[in-house]
């Protein structure tokens, strides 16, 4: 089996572009599905599941590619004020996907993981999350995050409670509460930050997505909605990645 370096390095030559200079860890927040069914006359509904199907699609094209980590905002703590029978469509979405995306994940070597909050789910959400993620647990290969009830403040608030209780249990000094600490009690702790966040459908927010890991992703929106994204959209995103300067705070030293 081909390590990320290798798949990169294959994915490097044939764009043209060095091995440093493709990202490692994408994060996409993922928009349109509705005016994508609008478009078509179709109930909002039939645009999420047009979104789920290419999920799968994405994933197995980053996999191709080398990509080490992708991350994906499947649904927000924020989105539970939609309506309800919007809500329980996109309940009955994600298990249904999360049960049919098995056998892809399992043969590809991609494991699972999940970015959220566990309570508030449907019961059914969490049983198949759960039983998803154990199922990948032991993949070595690319993983895929989902933040699916999801917020970055939530996300930066139940890290501080985490701290807190270790604190107050005497387990964790004050000097030792760093950046490096805030990280390790993250929902996605062990990923790295993402180095490209792309958003679809023309929005120009964050919307609450990895506030603390993206301070220094280079972002890339693209006019395509989400249902209608390809491969090839997602390599024109690596193609604009690359031509960034990533100084990280630094300045260029003059040749």
Known sequence: METFEEKLTKTASRLGLTLEQMPHHIAIIMDGNGRWARKRSLPRVEGHREGAGIIESIALHCVDLGIESLTLYSFSIENWKRPQSEISALMHIHSEHLVSIRPTLMKNNVKLLHLGRVDGLPQSVRNDLADTMEMTASNTGMKLALALNYSGRAELVDATKKIAQKYKNGAIS??????????????????????????????????????????????????????????????????????????????????
């Not at 990280?183 to 990923?191: C, F, K, M, T």
């Not at 993402?194 to 280079?218: C, G, H, K, V």
Request: aromatic share 12%; glycine share 4%; charged share 25%.
């Open 174 to 255: 004050l000097d030792e509460i760093d950046e490096r600490c805030i990280s390790e009690h993250l929902y996605g702790a062990g990923l790295a930050d993402p180095d490209l966040l792309i958003r679809t459908a023309n929005e120009m927010r964050i919307s609450n997505f990895l506030l603390w890991q993206i301070s220094y992703s280079e972002f890339y929106v693209t006019k395509t909605l989400w249902s209608s994204f390809t491969k090839e959209s997602l390599e024109e995103a690596i193609m604009a990645y690359v031509k960034r300067s990533r100084r990280f705070g630094a300045i260029e030293t003059a040749l």
